[in-house]
């Protein structure tokens, strides 16, 4: 299997940064923009797309500032490959953005920035901010 290539996206957000951790930190959050369906049991998290299962393990979280999600095999053991969710608001114009970092096989980074943004066109509009 081709090895994963780190990239990252910035997308602006009209939100609070409160507002848009709630979001990206909470099963619930995560469900209405993220995926189908999302399942939590302590640090654990399942999320569901059609007919596609993958588990993840909540690694880091820092309240109203990001979070971090590490995939998991199918023995439920770390992988080297994580998702980060970041809020980054600027100190003078207090313009708010979510920095995404994510894994991707370098043929796919394309495909997978466009699923990103289509996510992201989701949770804007669940937030109002579209």
């Known amino acids: 299997m ?7 996206i910035e997308f602006p ?17 995560l469900q209405e923009w993220f995926a189908d369906n999302v399942n939590s ?42 998702f980060e969710l970041r809020i980054l608001e600027d100190e ?8 995404v970092i994510d894994f991707a096989v370098e043929d796919e980074v394309a495909e997978s920035t466009q699923l990103w943004e289509n996510q992201v066109s989701d949770l804007k509009h669940v937030i109002g901010s579209a």
């Open 92 to 99: 003078i114009t207090k313009d708010v953005s979510l920095m």
């Open 13 to 29: 957000i009209n939100s609070s940064p409160q507002l848009l951790y709630q979001y990206i930190s909470t099963p619930s959050g």
């Open 41 to 82: 049991r302590g640090e654990f998290f399942t999320f569901e797309w059609d007919d596609s299962e993958e588990n993840a393990r909540l690694v880091s979280k820092k309240s109203g500032e990001k979070v971090k999600f590490k995939w998991l095999d199918e023995n439920n053991k770390d992988t080297d490959y994580f």
């Open 2 to 8: 081709a090895p994963k290539i780190r990239y990252e």
